[in-house]
């Protein structure tokens, strides 16, 4: 059975039934579970009680109730030192002040449980987290699998019900990838709506901060909170939406899962009234072109990191440090080209969309891999940089687009879990929660259960 969401609980509450305080244990209980042996970095329990005790009075009528949320080793929050996943900063001064966004999600009642695991410095579509452990994705109990990344620790504690929100941010694919491969929603708002202040940076051009959820309505909630803006609401129905599928890229190599849930999918939203045409958008082959001498991540993420690399360098992830340093050899006109051809780019594709509301591709193109098949080691690195290349090659579009998207479970009972991305440029992200909202209700009639 799936787990509540937060507006199922937090209506039980209101009405009586339960209390903030319980639901706050059973989310304890979840973090300390085995199955969440990874996911955390740190827990708060007693904290997370004196918090909850504090807010009770007002905690059933805040957007958060009370209610667990998860906040990503990215965050500053204030009196705890953040690492960004990795043992080099463990040493680090603790944080002065919250994140504005963890302030943001204190102030409408959310009730922070613990600071997540992640891949290091955020440097990875997988997950794996040499140094710290790496949070095994619950969806297959008989086959440790890679929760995704680098939000994997939050995609987890969501999925096992040790929080309702998962604070995360999102690069190249970061709340989407790992929402797809673990089975619930992640949506990468238009990256200027979110503030980024007290988030350790991975590009300042591309982060996002956002959330993951086991809703679509949870993850309107989560956004208006972080955000600090309401969400348009409308009640079109499928009938009156016209989308594409993009051919170029997005649908080669899917494995016979993926290929399946998307195919149905695209069925029942047609049947549904949706008009769906396939389009080539055949400018998401001029990415390679675009970033040949390296992207915004390696280039901003060096500039960052450099000075540290010269004494902690030692201490890093080498297959993200790797990453890092390929950012050194970038030269000042590239970048500057790089932002004139992105900003072009961006144009060409707005004008190939206009007149859609959305685009819908698979998430990525794979169920998730076990584990072993990319832990550390040099004889693996091949295949972990390749899965890691596939799983960003979706949703890096969306990032380089400046774009929204929200990935949505589409698998049936029995599948492994399957991610459907609904996207568009910015700005347009109250089209693309509304119409989300849509396809998970068609989802939830049309599926087996």
Not at 27 to 32: I, K, N
Not at 35 to 44: D, P, Y
Not at 82 to 102: E, I, Q
Not at 258 to 287: C, P
């Amino acid at each position: 059975m799936p787990l509540p969401d937060l507006h199922a609980t937090r209506e039980r509450l209101r009405q009586g039934q339960g209390s903030a305080a319980a639901e706050l244990e059973a989310a304890l209980a979840a973090a300390a579970a085995p199955a969440n042996a990874h996911t955390f970095l740190k827990t708060r329990p007693e904290a997370a009680r004196a918090e909850a005790a504090e807010a009770a009075g007002a905690a059933p009528a805040s957007p958060l109730a009370g209610l667990a949320v998860s906040i990503k080793d990215l965050f500053d929050a204030a009196g705890e030192v953040t690492t960004a996943g990795s043992v080099a900063l463990a040493g680090a001064a603790p944080a002065s002040a919250d994140a504005l966004s963890v302030a943001r999600l204190r102030a409408a009642g959310g009730v922070v449980v613990g600071r997540t695991n992640m891949s290091e410095f955020a440097f990875s579509g997988v997950g794996i987290n040499p140094h710290l452990g790496t949070p095994a994705n619950p969806c297959d109990p008989a086959t440790p699998r890679i929760p995704g990344g680098s939000s994997s620790g939050a995609a987890v504690s969501v999925a096992t019900g040790a929080a309702f929100i998962g604070l995360g941010s999102d690069t190249g694919g970061s709340i989407r990838i790992p929402a797809a491969l673990c089975g619930i929603v992640g949506f990468k708002n238009t990256a200027r709506l979110t503030p980024l202040a007290g988030a350790y940076p991975l590009s300042w051009t591309l982060d996002t901060v956002c959330a993951m959820t086991r809703s679509v309505r949870d993850a309107i909630l989560a956004h208006e909170v972080l955000a600090d803006r309401r969400v348009a609401r409308s009640d079109r129905p499928l009938s009156g939406y016209r989308l594409a599928v993009a051919r170029t890229q997005m649908l080669e190599g899917l494995d016979a899962t993926v290929a399946h849930a998307f195919e149905r999918t695209l069925g029942w939203l047609s049947h549904a009234g949706a008009k769906i045409e396939e389009i080539d958008l055949a400018q998401i082959q001029d990415l390679g072109t675009i970033q040949s001498a390296g992207g915004f991540a390696a280039a901003e993420s060096y500039t960052f990191h450099r000075r540290q690399l010269v004494d902690l360098g030692v201490r890093y992830d080498p297959r993200v440090r790797l990453r890092i340093e390929r950012g050194a050899a970038m030269k000042a006109w590239e970048y500057i080209e790089l932002q004139q051809a992105r900003a072009a780019w961006i144009a060409d594709v707005e004008q190939a969309l206009a007149g859609y509301d959305a685009v819908l591709s698979p998430t990525v193109p794979m169920v998730a891999p076990p584990i072993a098949d990319l832990a550390p080691g040099a004889e693996r690195d091949e295949a972990f940089f390749r899965v890691n290349a596939l799983l960003l090659r979706n949703t890096s579009v969306v990032n380089m687009l400046d774009g929204c998207a929200l990935s949505l479970p589409c698998q049936a009972p029995g599948e492994l879990p399957v991610g459907l991305m609904v996207w568009h440029g910015a700005l347009r992200d109250d089209a693309i929660l509304n119409l989300s909202l849509q396809i998970e209700q068609l989802l939830a009639s049309s599926l087996p259960h």
